[in-house]
């Protein structure tokens, strides 16, 4: 058993990508299912916009259903920011801004 933190990821691809893929170097439980990963791929390379969501479903349905994982709980992340906060170059791909808060955030006087 395992126990890791995987940040949200910005879309489908980059979270299932990175954590459940069979290639990924994180993928943490060594899952490998070859539907799984077939459909990954096709719908990374599908222009059809209601498509791809449809491939991305059925890999979500996939990893529910048969992937490796336990799920025990979600993050609630709240940031709150004031007028006083001069944000530069933010990132919200992460929370406090892709972890550089300290780097980006400047307070004006």
């Known amino acids: 058993m395992v126990m890791c933190y995987s940040s949200g990821r910005a879309t489908a691809d980059w979270m299932l990508s990175t954590a459940?893929?069979?290639?990924?170097?994180?993928?943490?439980?060594?899952?490998?299912?070859e539907r799984f990963n077939m459909l990954l791929r096709q719908a990374r390379a599908e222009l059809n916009e209601a498509k791809r969501c449809e491939l991305y479903m059925e890999c979500q349905r996939i990893l529910h259903q048969e992937g490796g994982v336990i799920i025990p709980?979600?993050?609630?992340?709240v940031e709150v920011a004031s007028r006083r906060l001069n944000i530069k170059n933010p990132a919200g791909n992460w929370e406090m801004h892709g972890h550089r808060a300290a780097e980006r955030w400047l307070f004006a006087s």
């Open 20 to 33: 459940y893929a069979a290639d990924s170097p994180w993928n943490d439980t060594f899952w490998k299912h």
């Open 73 to 77: 709980m979600f993050a609630n992340i």
